[in-house]
Nanobody
Framework: EVQLVESGGGLVQPGGSLRLSCAAS????????MAWFRQTPGKEREAVAG????????YYTDSVKGRFTISQDNTKTTLYLQKNSLKPEDTAMYYC???????????????????????WGQGTQVSVSS
């Protein structure tokens, strides 16, 4: 059974930093795609950043480029999202997602949707406010 467990959310002031973690377990394949999504009340879940565990391929939505960095640990079982220069509009519930069948080449085209990923964590709240 695949499990994704997020941690690291909290309250931070504008301009501050936060790092989210996602521990993945249960995958039977060595390479797969992982991503961070975020959602605010009444809106669709938005893909923020994505990564392919098999190589140096990443994706960022335009609003976080230059501020957020997605990475994985050496064991490729923990996903991170380093968030710098946080803004109030970054306030959301953040979800970790993974899928062994998602084609990493889609990261180059963008338009990543919630339905593209089959496995999800429970979410962690990030609030940016003074």
């Amino acid at each position: 059974e695949v499990q994704l467990v997020e941690s690291g959310g909290g309250l931070v002031q504008p301009g501050g930093s936060l790092r989210l973690s996602c521990a993945a377990s249960g995958y039977r394949v060595s390479t797969y795609c992982m991503a961070w999504f975020r959602q605010t009340p009444g809106k669709e879940r938005e893909a923020v950043a994505g990564l392919w565990t098999g190589g140096d391929i990443t994706y960022y939505t335009d609003s976080v480029k230059g501020r957020f960095t997605i990475s994985q640990d050496n064991t490729k079982t923990t996903l991170y999202l380093q968030k710098n220069s946080l803004k109030p509009e970054d306030t959301a519930m953040y979800y970790c997602a993974a899928d062994a069948r998602f084609d990493y080449r889609r990261y180059f085209k963008g338009n990543i949707r919630q339905g593209d990923f089959s496995d999800w964590g429970q979410g962690t709240q990030v609030s940016v406010s003074s």
